[in-house]
């Protein structure tokens, strides 16, 4: 019988992430617009975005970061008061 293996419910992300700390961009797609965001982290497989309102993030949308090739399809995946987490629904084009 296989045993379960014990996760720490808290953290249930894919593969661990790096801090990053640098201003990104959030395309919507249905919409047409662009909203400000910084890339608080970011893993292979999705970020964490600190933005100014919550509920205008939709949810699916292109990320850019500033300054550099990158550009990911994301799925937010959850919300807090001012971030919302993600995955990467393509892998990231750097």
């Not at 720490?8 to 919409?31: F, L, Q, W």
């Not at 975005?49 to 990320?63: A, K, R, Y």
Request: charged share 20%; aromatic share 6%.
């Amino acid at each position: 019988m296989k045993q379960a293996v014990q996760t720490d419910p808290s953290n249930r992300r894919g593969a661990s992430r790096a801090e990053y700390h640098t201003a990104g961009t959030i395309k919507s797609v249905v919409r047409n617009a662009e909203l400000s965001c910084v890339v608080e982290d970011l893993s292979k497989t999705g970020a964490r975005l600190q933005v100014q309102n919550v509920n205008h993030i939709p949810d699916t949308f292109v990320l850019s970061i500033t300054g550099s090739t990158f550009s990911a399809e994301c799925i937010v995946v959850w919300r807090s008061k001012s971030e919302v987490g993600v995955i990467f629904e393509t892998a990231p084009v750097y």
